[in-house]
């Protein structure tokens, strides 16, 4: 499945911005999703996560409460709501899909990414 982030942005603190993830191919249902983050000279990081089948979540724990992962299936498309962004949260966001069984926080589990995008948070 390939994969396209969009939604990325500047926004000031406090404010919010939904992600969206966009997948070609058919088998979109029959893949758990996930986001990640980079923010310049760190290792990317789990963000979010979402079951293929009943649609558990999975949040880090410096988002829970603030971000919430959500997909359709009938449009193939992931989303990612952030609300209360703080500059912290800035980081490129990428998509992932994972088709097989395994933990969604470990990068290694998912199979396909998106090429991500910029979100920039001002203080």
């Known amino acids: 499945v390939q994969l396209q982030a969009t939604g990325g942005g500047l926004v000031q603190a406090g404010g919010s911005l939904r992600l969206s993830c966009a997948a070609s191919?058919?088998?979109?249902?029959?893949?758990?999703m996930g986001w990640f983050r980079q923010a310049p000279g760190k290792e990317r990081e789990f963000v979010a996560g979402?079951?293929?089948?009943?649609?558990?979540?999975y949040y880090a724990d410096s988002v829970k409460a603030r971000f919430t992962i959500s997909r359709d299936n009938g449009k193939n498309t992931a989303y990612l709501q952030m609300n209360s962004l703080q500059p912290e949260d800035t980081a490129v966001y990428y998509c992932?899909?994972?088709?097989?069984?395994?933990?969604?926080?470990?990068?290694?589990?998912?199979?396909?990414w998106g090429q991500g995008t910029q979100v920039t948070v001002s203080s």
């Open positions: 992932a899909a994972k088709a097989y069984v395994g933990s969604y926080y470990s990068s290694d589990g998912y199979n396909s």
């Open positions: 191919g058919r088998t979109f249902s029959s893949y758990g």
């Open positions: 979402i079951s293929w089948s009943r649609g558990i979540t």
